[in-house]
């Protein structure tokens, strides 16, 4: 059965990371559509200090809209998830399974860049004001991140300092805001930094995984670091393709 795929990523990437996942997906008879988000990838020219969570939900469901797409998996990477959950909830005839990669939906109300808490947020803003021209969040230093990630070689690590874009501060700070629709859809939780057990163990106090333990979700574990299509592209596109039957 051929599935079509949309492919949205995290902060600071565009489209490219997905190539490899995407190329495999394609080559099973899948149609995929990874994303550029605005201001990210290949469309790094138009970002701005406007540019916010609600352009990047524009950005998916105008996407789905202008190719006329329907029971879509629309997959989201890290704060992707956010991204895909709200085009989710203003399209959802448009979807026939959300796929949350190493991340979850936050609730209505709360913003990505409150997701780590107060310290973080104010780590994140002090970068942004002396390194960010005060409204752009630098990427992280990837060879860093790495190092805790064997599988990881040089060469992928160079393609993401390469491919990296500084992401619009207002995409992390502008709360979600949703109706409720996108739950009525089927959910997968790909685990990667974290497995169900730990899961289950934070829902409590963890806003994001608090939607992560009822409803109807499926999961699936695929241990490596928070980004497998870098780490573990061969195994996330069978896993991709696993949950659309």
């Known amino acids: 059965m051929n599935t079509t795929y949309v492919l ?54 105008h996407l789905l809209e202008q190719h006329d797409l329907h029971d879509v998996v629309l997959v989201g990477h890290s704060y992707g998830a956010l991204v895909t959950t709200g085009a989710a909830d203003r399209a959802p005839e448009r979807v026939a399974r959300l796929v949350y990669i190493d991340s979850g939906p936050l609730p209505d109300g709360m913003a990505q860049a409150d997701f780590e808490g107060p310290d973080a947020r104010a780590a994140d803003e002090d970068l942004v004001m002396t390194h960010g021209q005060g409204w752009k969040l630098p990427p992280p230093p990837w060879a860093v991140l790495a190092a805790e990630a064997p599988e990881v070689d040089d060469d992928a690590v ?34 990667c ?24 979700w499926a999961y699936v574990e695929l241990p490596t670091w928070h980004w497998p299509m870098v780490s573990r592209r061969a195994e996330l596109a069978t896993v991709l393709e696993s949950v659309s039957r």
């Open 193 to 216: 930094s974290f497995g169900l057990e730990q899961l289950r163990q934070m829902a409590p106090c963890t806003p994001m995984f608090a939607h992560m333990v009822d409803g109807d």
């Open 8 to 61: 949205v990523p995290g902060f600071w990437l565009g489209a490219w990371v997905w190539r490899a996942v995407a190329d495999s997906l394609s080559e099973r008879g899948h149609v995929v559509h990874a994303v550029d988000l605005c201001g990210m990838g290949e469309r790094a020219h138009l970002a701005s200090p406007e540019t916010d969570l609600t352009t990047h939900i524009d950005d998916v469901v």
């Open 158 to 191: 160079a393609a993401l300092v390469e491919g990296s874009q500084p992401q619009p501060w207002r995409t992390a700070t502008r709360p979600v805001a949703l109706t409720g629709a996108w739950e009525r859809l089927p959910r997968t939780g790909v685990l």
